[in-house]
């Protein structure tokens, strides 16, 4: 991932946590809830970048992998 793309999603998330905080009741377990969640959604994107790298870089389904198919019928 380029680095100006998680700077935005970052830049992004601090707007929209801040947006939640500043039109919510000002309380501590709103301000919980907001890092929670902003911490989950970080986690989450990194998983799912990390596991479409490791996809793009996964070796394709062959024939002798597959008893009974050939190159033929993998490519239909």
């Known amino acids: 991932m380029r680095p100006g793309m998680v700077l935005s999603r970052d830049v992004f998330l601090s707007f929209a946590g801040h ?15 907001v890092s929670l969640a902003g911490v989950a959604i970080m986690t989450s994107v990194a998983y799912y970048v990390s596991w479409s790298r490791r996809q793009d870089h996964r070796p394709g389904l062959r024939a002798a992998q597959v ?4 190159d033929r019928q993998l490519a239909e």
């Not at 947006?19 to 809830?33: A, F, K, Q, R, W």
């Open 67 to 70: 008893p009974g198919l050939s």
């Open 19 to 33: 947006l939640i905080l500043i039109t919510s009741p000002d309380s501590l377990v709103v301000h919980v809830l």
